[in-house]
C-alpha cells in the first residue's frame, strides 16, 4: 500500500519521459532473474501510457535497449527463453555474437548480448571498406548509417553499482546516466519512476 502510494506521487510529478531508454545489466543479473526482463518493459510501458494520459503532448517511449554484458556470449544463452516470450509485448531485435533476428510484435525492444561499442564501430569500419567509401566521404552522418544501432538513448541506465561498458559508445555521448545501487532482480517500478522523474529534471545541454 505505501509502494502504490508513492508510485502515484512520483507519477504526479512527471509529466515528460524519455523516448529511447537504454538498460545496462550484467550477464549473471540476467540469469539471476530472467523473468524481470518482462516486467521491467511491461512497467515502462504502463509509465508511459499513464503519463501520455495526462500530457497528451508527451510522445511517451518509443523505443527500449537492453544490453547483456557478457565476456562471450554463449550460441543458446539459458534466458533466451524468456527473450523470446517478449514477442507477446514486443518487436524484438536480437543481437549476440554474429547472429541477428527480429521477430513478435509491440514496442521496439532491442536487446544486445555481449555486443561492446567498440565492436560495433569496428564492424561498422569494415562494412565502409566493403563498400568501397573513400576515407574523406566518411562523415558522422555515413558512419552512422553503418552502425549495428541506430538510435541515440535519452536515458542510460546502469543497474548493479558497476562501471559502464563500452555499449553504445558512439550513440550515447550525450545520454543522461543514471546508476542504480541495486541489483537488475530488485529493480522496482519506483525505481524508473525515480530516474524518469530526475530525467525530467535535467536541464539537457546536448554538449553545449
Known sequence: MIYQIYE?????????????????????EMENNPSKMRRVIEWCLEISDNIQKKNQEC??????????????????????SEIRNLS?????????GDHSEVFGNGVPVIIAIGKS????????????ASDNILPEHVTNE??????TFSHTPDCVIKTGGAHLVDFLIWQSVYSE???????????RKIDLLRAFRDFQARNRRFGA
Open 8 to 28: 502515484w506521487h512520483l507519477l504526479r510529478d512527471i509529466d515528460s519521459i524519455p523516448q529511447v531508454i537504454c538498460f545496462m545489466i550484467s550477464g549473471i
Open 59 to 80: 510522445p511517451g517511449i518509443k523505443e527500449i535497449i537492453i544490453h547483456i554484458n557478457t565476456g562471450s556470449p554463449e550460441k543458446n544463452p539459458p534466458y533466451m
Open 88 to 96: 507477446t509485448i514486443a518487436t524484438v531485435h536480437l543481437h549476440y
Open 117 to 128: 561499442g567498440r565492436e560495433e564501430i569496428a564492424d561498422a569500419i569494415q562494412a565502409m
Open 142 to 147: 555515413v558512419l552512422e548509417k553503418y552502425l
Open 177 to 187: 546516466l543514471f546508476f542504480l545501487d541495486l541489483n537488475w532482480e530488485k529493480i
